[in-house]
């Protein structure tokens, strides 16, 4: 009896913190709803044609590596942002500079990244996200550049509120560059993890009784009903430059076996048994993506249970 009525009150916070998450995601989806009306949508669209702008008055578009993008190339940046600047204001009126100037502005690509010389002492940072080889959005970062003595900082950007833009300037003080790439890695694993977990759900929504996930995509909670049991999945993202969660739990709830055990007799109901972890499961969803990893757990479901209900104890 103590063993049951334990269950029974886990089952009670177990369905008390269901309840809650699903309230916080519902105003996490109300707020994420408030805050891309209007304003952010006249934000992106101010960016990205100040940036077509900028790039339709380069000279030439130069490719670079991952070893040709430094702290170097980025003063040498700046250094252009300042002379532009300087030329506008001895001039007295940028309306009458001669187009040669703007003829001469360079613009870079690194990877995903295309960095372009703005107006005034600011440099433009877009960024280009995909999915499986597919373009996804489009994100803009504009770095002001105040003097050669000072580190740069982010003015404006259209990068979801909910990643760390602010706490990635403050851990990366020594390197501009590291600063401009970690902000990419950050874009597009959270980009990665989103088309994750909606090709999941087009793919095998009907199988899938519930799922949840923070903003960010960090957190990731779905239930697989099957006949025989429930299985829960939870999955984490600490480091959120990961595709791949570090932190997984997979449980197998006996779904016949517990139904019986609330209808019979007191005396019978002491067997009541507890969930089984599913390894295999862990470890598809630790090594492949999330939709490989769901085929990989389907797949394999029956045998697991099997196994484990039927050919031994629950480990």
Known sequence: MGEVNFMQEEDIRLETTRARFANVVKRHAQLTERLS???????????????????ASQSQEINLDGEQWNDGLLATVREQVHMEADRKTTSGDANDMPTSHFQ?????????K???????????ILYETSFAGEPCELYHCVLESKSFLEKMTVLEHT????????????????????????IGELLQAYV??????????????????ELYHSLPYHMIEFVLEDSDCKVTVSLRYPDLVSVLPTRVKVLAWPMHQYKKSHTSS???????????????????LRTMSLPEAYAEIVLNLQQALQQMFQGGSPC
Do not use: W
């Open 114 to 124: 295309v960095i372009c010389c703005l107006e005034g002492t600011r440099i433009g």
């Open 159 to 182: 990068i979801p509120f909910f990643l760390p833009i602010r706490e990635v300037e403050n851990d990366l003080l020594s390197s501009n560059a590291m600063v401009v790439d970690h």
């Open 266 to 284: 007191a005396g019978a109901m002491g067997s009541q048994p507890i969930p089984a972890r599913l390894s295999y499961a862990e470890d598809a």
């Open 104 to 112: 001469e502005k360079v613009t870079y690509r690194v990877g995903n």
């Open 37 to 55: 009306r209007d304003s952010d949508k006249m934000i992106f669209e101010r960016l990205q044609k100040e940036f077509e702008a900028a790039r």
């Open 192 to 209: 990665d993890r989103r088309e994750q977990v909606r090709l999941v759900k087009e793919l095998y929504g009907n199988q899938i009784g």
